[in-house]
């Protein structure tokens, strides 16, 4: 936990250092530019370099994901700014880090000479992930400028979907065959010079590259050199197909603790891998999504996007909102006579919907997790909706016991209690049947439970809780 706090500290002081050498940059700048001096052109000139030379050497000594939350971090002109000092050779690599809404305002700000040369120095699986965003005319160069395997891995990567294995894969691999003996093997990984990052077992296949096995590199070293890679290595593997759902595989590599599992087509021909990076940037991207999804924004937004973007991007699940608000306001208008009579039903209403809201938001988080995790399915979905019922029932029931009791403390009439404990336990009880089925019905017809569940709940909670409370009320009150 020390370890994660001194990170953040220091992204953060990485941060306000760059944020200090830009606004030294530009104040010491503007003081000389109004200065009469001689040889003014020349002076302002090597305070432009010691200043700028100051910032890059900061840059440079960071990490390509730590210039990646610094860019992210900042206005667009200074964002553009620290974006000139990078190093050229480095491009590529920040590109990869950065937010999607971010790397968008990079690119357009780089020329295709620029953008050609932060391509190339990135490995086939990592240009998938770029590709989308490069232009056509940049896109078409780059493809040129690959080799036959190469040009022909990256296509056949751009035909997965994103949310799959294939899209996630990496073609760095090491292979060897099941004949050979161990010294063998190590003296051809010595050959090498180095390996693929997250190696941790090497891909045994035939000559005609059908997987075999694995050989972990832990059974490799404390095994007898003499013997063949066929007897010490492991027969049964993790193995994925490209086609197969990320989310899968991200699961199997949580449950079985794997680092790389190998990627093979129909005929168990080996065509990849999947690493343990690659699964934890999708995770995290998922976890991003869904939390952008439930507050019903439709993608990922750069901090300093301009206010028309924003807009866009937030309008829609705001639109959405304000129907619900008003179906709310039309069901509390039903009932103005019986709170123009009663005037405490005005102050207590907003209590029942609020806690409806709030209870059925956990019944959905629940369901939504459930739901990502394959654990929910007919066979326990009568078991899963008397449960909710139940915690319903019973929250209902205490909660609203309570609040009966404060509502006859502050009014003085028992009636009143009882029909707040009563609108109160309907309420939760509409707000658990809400929160399993709304996100079981999107998760029906094909669509992402996460998205806009949250508002969909509160729309039901506030009404129904409105209708229920001022409805009991009417009926026994008046």
Not at 118 to 140: G, H
Request: aromatic residues 6%.
């Amino acid at each position: 936990m020390a370890d994660i706090q001194e990170s953040k500290d220091s992204l953060s002081e990485n941060l306000q250092q760059v944020i200090t050498l830009l606004e030294k940059h530009r104040l010491v700048e503007n003081l000389v530019h109004k200065q009469e001096m001689q040889n003014h052109d020349l002076v302002e000139s090597l305070v432009h370099r010691q200043n700028i030379y100051e910032l890059q050497k900061k840059l440079d000594l960071l990490h390509p994901a730590d210039v990646a939350y610094i860019l992210e971090a900042l206005p667009l002109e200074q964002r553009l700014d620290v974006w000139e000092l990078v190093k050229a050779e480095r491009d590529g690599e920040i590109l990869l880090e950065v937010s999607d809404a971010v790397r968008q305002t990079l690119i357009a700000d780089m020329d295709s000479e620029e953008l050609l040369a932060a391509a190339e120095q990135l490995d086939t699986d990592e240009l998938a992930d770029l590709v989308p965003d490069l232009p056509k005319d940049v896109l078409q160069d780059l493809l040129d400028s690959l080799d036959s395997q190469n040009r022909e891995r990256l296509q056949s990567a751009l035909l997965y979907p994103d949310e799959s294995v294939g899209a996630l894969m990496d073609f760095d691999i090491i292979t060897i065959r099941e004949d050979v003996t161990l010294e063998v093997a190590l003296r051809y990984l010595r050959r090498l010079g180095s390996l693929p990052n997250h190696t941790d077992k090497l891909f045994v296949v035939d000559r005609h590259d059908i997987l075999q096995g694995v050989l972990p590199l832990k059974r490799m070293v404390v095994s007898d050199l003499d013997a063949n890679v066929a007897d010490v290595m492991a027969m049964e593997a993790v193995v994925f197909h490209p086609e197969d759902i990320a989310d899968e595989a991200a699961k199997a590599f949580e449950r079985y603790d794997l680092v790389t599992a190998p990627v093979v087509d129909d005929n168990n021909k080996l065509v990849g891998r999947i690493t343990v990076d690659a699964v934890m940037d999708f995770i995290r991207h998922e976890a991003e999504s869904d939390k952008l999804s439930m507050a019903g924004l439709r993608e990922e937004e750069d901090f300093f996007a301009s206010i028309w973007k924003s807009v866009q991007n937030r309008w829609a699940w705001l639109a959405i909102n304000l129907v619900t608000a008003l179906v709310a306001s039309r069901v509390i208008g039903l009932f103005e006579e019986s709170i123009e009579r009663i005037v405490a039903l005005a102050a207590l209403m907003p209590i029942v919907a609020g806690i409806g809201g709030n209870s059925g938001n956990q019944t959905t988080t629940m369901i939504v997790r459930g739901l990502a995790l394959g654990q929910i399915a007919s066979h326990n979905m009568k078991s899963l909706i008397t449960k909710e019922l139940g915690v319903a029932l019973l929250n209902g029931l205490l909660w609203g016991g309570v609040l009966g009791l404060i509502a006859y403390a502050l009014y003085g009439s028992y009636q009143l209690g009882l029909v707040m404990m009563s609108a109160m336990t309907l309420n939760l009880l509409l707000a658990a049947i809400m929160g399993v089925m709304i996100p079981l019905v999107m998760n029906k017809i094909g669509r992402d439970p996460a998205v806009g569940s949250s508002v969909l709940i509160t729309a039901m909670t506030d009404s129904g809780g409105f209708f229920i409370f001022l409805g009991l009320a009417t009926i026994f009150l008046l």
